[in-house]
Each structure stands twice: as structure tokens, then as C-alpha cells.
């Protein structure tokens, strides 16, 4: 158990190290960041002064090397400035952390809440209303493009019906209220994918564990359906959703960099897609640190979470 | 008991006639008929795109700019879905577009295809540390934010319809490694493997003429349940203007074009959704009824 524990947290860190290089090699290749400082046409940049910025940027080194300093760096908590605004990144990220983290945590909660209990519902009553409604949800989650629902959203919603903001997070000092109004858009249209996932996984593990014999047994003996429902069923085909649960939470701050697009969020998924577009490498190599690290801690405690909830597995290697 | 029970209780006293309506009904929940129409068209319109097309997907004319559709008031039979933002046809960038989806989808689909496939049978079939470092490639894979790591690639690169085919082909192969490989450990196991080897057969022999007929069911249902994703990140990153470059009509490309005007000319972004959801959906329909067909183990990797 302890083995397994050290042997899948090394696995996480070394995953976390190839993904990183993997798109810290990738942006050097994008083209030599000095472009967007220096234009050519512009005014004119002397041949030294070219070179100093370059040293100063650390490209004159190979890209191990590079890369080995920025890691190194990194480590001891700095993770270098941004290119055009010489900012700290770290200092651009505590400000557009927040925004992305209460997006994706409401529009988990959504998700969870929408899309287990329908899959229950749906498992019980094959074929009733709620198979259809949940089975209708699912569909659509998982058939229609993200931008596009967040497009159809902002029209209905705001620009016909007027009732909701069309994006952004909205003023600091908004009321709760105002402020709730801004969240409903975005995190509805980022929950119905995890919701649809949801509802299939709940649906069809639910179907699977009523199908048991030892369901049948305590259905024989006259327990009340209820109970058979939720105290002998649910239980155990919680285990599925469970894992899902800690990936999907994942899956969101991915996915979230269309959403914030569309929407105008401040949050991290547009300052990552907007360091890419500008070639910002440290901007962009602490974004997929950010993300691959969240990633792989929420993996790890998928597998922990399936063997806490699971006793038959043991991983004995 | 079982069986006396329900042979019992299936012989029917009178024989029913069922109503027409209903037999075609149930004919409709057996077979995916919808979904096989829709799909039906889109091949129709990939291979006919420039007889069916009423325009050409780049002509332009600033008289029929974010002209509604025809049903609407001020609409004209010259542009029936609309014209965009530039005058074109949005109907014939439609139709130019499928052919776009279904060629992007396709290529992408079959190379990832046969890459996870052999990647699984490999990983599968030798096992050990061969094993271990593929599927923990496929793990470091999977940690990294697709969307991210695609928009780096195709901006180091120039966007260019090559540059998504690999990065599409790249995010197809992951999931069939890991199918494949759990499939490609049963069968070592079976009694017809063993034989074949104690017959002589190579390895290559062993894995392309044993083993990959046991598998093509698998591959079969992945690649279907696969296809709507790939449909999905294609437009994603179209929408990001990361995909195909312009004037090739890409559809997520289109209801990006339409963002801007969403208050004046809701048709443009509107139906390119549409389009997309429409294919994703028949595709995914598709792809269920045939996991169920053939290969209900799987009903938990959708």
C-alpha cells in the first residue's frame, strides 16, 4: 500500500516534468520571443542590444539548459516575468486564479448535483420521464461544441431576454447577488458536459449493481424498494461517478479556456491562451505546469479514491 | 426452470398483429435510422459539395451582407440559410465545411487509429518494461491540457490543414492504447495463441494475423465513439483561430465569424452549431448502437 502510494506519487512528479519540457521546447520553437519586443520595421534595435535581450532571456543556451534553469527556478519559487509587461508571473497568476478555481468548482457542483441523481433516476425508471429528460441531457452534452452553447447562451440570455450579464466576472464591489448573476451563464454551459458524463456513468453502473444477485436476495426478502435503492444499490455504484468526480474537477480547468474565451472571464485559461498568442514562454510554461500538476494530483486521487471506495482492489505490486 | 418458464410464457394464445405505425417505430428504435440519415447526407454532400452547393464558399458581395435567411423578413432565395459577414453564402460554406469535417475527422481518426492500435498490441503483447514505459507515455499524454499544448503547436508552426490532421491524429491515438492493450492481454492467454506459437509462427505473424482480427470489433466501437470528439477539438480549435486557415470554410470557423454580430445577425454563429451538434450527435448515436452490437464490455469507456 505504501509502496504503491511512493511508486504513484513519483510516477505524478515525473509526469508533471515531461509535460512541462514537452511545451517549454514548444513555445522556443514558436520563434524567438525578441520579435514581439523588437519589430523590425519599427525602430531600429542595434546588433548588441538584440544580443543583450537574448542573454538576459537565457535563449543563447541550449534548451536543456534552458529548461534545467527555469525548472531549477521554479522550484525555489520564482517563476520568472512576463515578457511585454516585466510583471512577476506569479504575481498575474494569484490574481486570475480565483476567477478560474470558483468557475470550476461552481460548475462542478452543478454538474455533480445535475448529473448523479438524474442517472439514478434515469436507472430506476428505465424508460419514465426522467430516463428521458437525463438521457436528453446527456445527448446534448455531449453532441454540442462548448463555444457554440456559450454563444447560443449570450444570445438567448442576454442579448434577447436581457436577463443575464453576457460575461466577464463583473465590478469587485458588485452585490452577491449581481455577482451570482455573473456565474450562471459560464458554469451552467461548462457543467452540461460533466453533467452529461455523469448521468451515463451513474446511469449505467446503477443498472449494472440493480442487475446483482444480492439485489435480487434483499429485494426477496422484502426490503422496501427504497432502501434496496439507495442503502444496497447506490452504494456501490457510487464507485464509478466517485473516480469521475475527481478527474472531471480536473477536466474543467481544462476545458475552462474555451469557456473564459467566450465569456470574457478573467481567469487563467484566456491569460494562457493569450500567452501562447503573444509567445509569453513564462507565462505559458508555468500555465501548463499549473494545469498538468492539477491534473496529475487529481489522478492520483482518483486512484485513491477507487481504492478507499473499492476494498477488493489492493494494488499489491 | 429458466428457460421452460419463458417458453411458456412466449407462446402466444392469439397471434398479434401489430399496427404499421408501430412496426416502424420499432423499426426506428432497433436501427439507427436518424442518425444514419444524417450521416447519409453529410457523405452525399462531402462528395458533391461543389455540384450541390448553390454558390461558391468564398464569393462575396456586400449587397447580400448578414442578410437573413429566407424564411425571415428581408430575406431572399439568392442566400437561403443567410449571408455572412462578407456576403457569402452561409448555406454553401455549409456544404463546403462538411466536406472539411468528414476529411479532418477521417484522416485523423484512421492514423490515430492504426498508431494506438499497434502502440496496444506491442505494449499488450511484450508486456514488461516495453509495457511500462508506453503506458506511462500515454499517462504523461493525458496530463497534458490538449487545448494548450495544440494552440502551441499549430501557432509554432503556421495553422495549416496538415498541422491539424497531426495534432487530430495525435489526440485520437491515446485512447486506443490502452482498449487494445487490455484486449491484447486476454487473448495471450487463449488456447489459439499458445498453439500458433508452439506452431512457429513470428511474433509480427502472431500479433497482425491472431491477434488483430480479435480486436477489430474493439477498435470498430472506439473509433465510432471517438469520431465526435475529434469533430468537437477540430472546431474547438478552429474557434480559436488555430485550425484550417482561412478561405477554407471550417465550420467552427464560421460561428466564430458570427460572434461579433450576434445581436444584428444571430444566423451566422447559429447554424454551423447546428451542423456540428447534428454530427457529433449521429455520429455518437452511431457509435453507441454498435458498442451495443458488438462489444458491450466497453459500455464504461464512453
Redesign the interface.
Known amino acids: 500500500m505504501a509502496k504503491f502510494f511512493v511508486r504513484r506519487l513519483i510516477?505524478a512528479v515525473?509526469?508533471?516534468a515531461?509535460?512541462t519540457f514537452?511545451?517549454f521546447s514548444?513555445?522556443r520553437?514558436?520563434?524567438d520571443p525578441r520579435d514581439f519586443l523588437i519589430r523590425p520595421e519599427g525602430y531600429g534595435v542595434s546588433e548588441e542590444s538584440y544580443e543583450a535581450i537574448g542573454k538576459k532571456l537565457g535563449l543563447d543556451r541550449p534548451l536543456v539548459v534552458q529548461y534545467w534553469f527555469w525548472i531549477s527556478n521554479v522550484v525555489r519559487g520564482d517563476f520568472g516575468k512576463t515578457l511585454l509587461t516585466e510583471r512577476p508571473v506569479i504575481e498575474l497568476f494569484m490574481e486570475k486564479v480565483p476567477a478560474t478555481l470558483q468557475l470550476a468548482a461552481v460548475s462542478w457542483i452543478i454538474a455533480t448535483l445535475v448529473g448523479v441523481p438524474l442517472g439514478v433516476m434515469s436507472a430506476i425508471n428505465r424508460g419514465g420521464v426522467f430516463d428521458y429528460l437525463g438521457r436528453g441531457i446527456a445527448?446534448?452534452g455531449?453532441?454540442?461544441?462548448?463555444?457554440?452553447l456559450g454563444?447560443?447562451a449570450?444570445?438567448i440570455f442576454s442579448?434577447q431576454l436581457n436577463w443575464l450579464p453576457a460575461g466577464s466576472k463583473g465590478p469587485y464591489e458588485a452585490s452577491f447577488w449581481e455577482q451570482i448573476k455573473h456565474f450562471v451563464l459560464p458554469s451552467v454551459v461548462l457543467g452540461w458536459g460533466g453533467a452529461a458524463g455523469y448521468l451515463?456513468?451513474t446511469r449505467?453502473?446503477m443498472l449494472e449493481v440493480l442487475d446483482s444477485e444480492y439485489i435480487k436476495l434483499a429485494r426477496a426478502k422484502g426490503v422496501s424498494s427504497r432502501s434496496v435503492i439507495w442503502k444496497h444499490a447506490f452504494r456501490n455504484a457510487l464507485i464509478?461517478p466517485l473516480t469521475f468526480s475527481a478527474l472531471l474537477l480536473a477536466f474543467f480547468l481544462?476545458?475552462q479556456?474555451?469557456v473564459e474565451?467566450v465569456f470574457g472571464w478573467p481567469g487563467l485559461g484566456r491569460l494562457?491562451?493569450e500567452s501562447?498568442?503573444q509567445n509569453d514562454f513564462n507565462t505559458?510554461s508555468t500555465?501548463?505546469l499549473f494545469?498538468?500538476a492539477l491534473?496529475?494530483t487529481m489522478?492520483f486521487v482518483a486512484d485513491m479514491l477507487y481504492m478507499f471506495a473499492d476494498p477488493r482492489i489492493r494494488y499489491s505490486e | 426452470m429458466v428457460d421452460l418458464h419463458s417458453k411458456i410464457m412466449r407462446t402466444p394464445a392469439v397471434k398479434r398483429v401489430y399496427s404499421p405505425f408501430k412496426t416502424s417505430w420499432d423499426f426506428v428504435r432497433r436501427w439507427p435510422v436518424l442518425p444514419g440519415m444524417v450521416l447519409a447526407v453529410l457523405v452525399f454532400v462531402t462528395i458533391f459539395a461543389s455540384q450541390v452547393a448553390p454558390h461558391s464558399f468564398r464569393e462575396t458581395d456586400l449587397r447580400q451582407r448578414n442578410k437573413p435567411p429566407i424564411w425571415m423578413e428581408g430575406g431572399s432565395s439568392e442566400r437561403i440559410l443567410g449571408g455572412d459577414v462578407v456576403g457569402r453564402d452561409i448555406l454553401s460554406r455549409l456544404i463546403h465545411g462538411a466536406r472539411v469535417t468528414v476529411m479532418v475527422a477521417g484522416i485523423s481518426l484512421v492514423s490515430g487509429a492504426i498508431f494506438g492500435t499497434a502502440i496496444g498490441l506491442i505494449a499488450g503483447y511484450y508486456g514488461g518494461l516495453i509495457d511500462e514505459v508506453l503506458m506511462?507515455i500515454v499517462?504523461?499524454w493525458?496530463?497534458?491540457?490538449?487545448?494548450?499544448?495544440a494552440?502551441?503547436?499549430v501557432?509554432?508552426?503556421e495553422p495549416s490543414l496538415q498541422v491539424v490532421l497531426i495534432m487530430l491524429a495525435i489526440l485520437a491515438w491515446s485512447a486506443f492504447v490502452r482498449n487494445i492493450r487490455a484486449e491484447v492481454l486476454l487473448l495471450k492467454t487463449t488456447e489459439y495463441v499458445a498453439a500458433s506459437r508452439v506452431a512457429g509462427a513470428s511474433t509480427l505473424r502472431i500479433m497482425f494475423r491472431h491477434m488483430l482480427p480479435g480486436v477489430f470489433n474493439t477498435i470498430l466501437v472506439l473509433a465510432s465513439l471517438r469520431v465526435?470528439q475529434l469533430i468537437?477539438a477540430e472546431?474547438?480549435l478552429s474557434?480559436?483561430g488555430a485550425g484550417i486557415p482561412a478561405p477554407t470554410p471550417a465550420w467552427?470557423v464560421m460561428?466564430?465569424d458570427?460572434?461579433n454580430y450576434?445581436?444584428s445577425a444571430?444566423w451566422v454563429?447559429?447554424f454551423?452549431?447546428i451542423a456540428?451538434?447534428?454530427t457529433?450527435?449521429s455520429f455518437?448515436f452511431l457509435g453507441d448502437w454498435l458498442r451495443d452490437k458488438l462489444d458491450p464490455r466497453l459500455?464504461?469507456v464512453?
Do not use: E, K, Y
Open positions: 510516477f515525473i509526469t508533471v515531461a509535460a514537452i511545451v514548444l513555445s520553437l514558436v520563434g445527448l446534448f455531449q453532441a454540442i461544441p462548448v463555444f457554440w454563444i447560443m449570450i444570445l442579448v451515463r456513468l449505467s453502473s464509478p481544462n476545458g479556456v474555451i474565451v494562457a491562451t501562447v498568442f505559458l500555465s501548463v494545469f498538468a491534473f496529475a489522478a | 506511462r499517462d504523461i493525458f496530463s497534458i491540457p490538449f487545448i494548450l499544448f494552440l502551441v503547436v501557432l509554432s508552426f465526435g468537437l472546431a474547438s474557434f480559436l467552427g460561428v466564430a458570427g460572434r450576434l445581436d444571430w454563429s447559429t454551423p452549431g456540428i451538434g447534428l457529433v450527435m455518437n459500455r464504461q464512453a
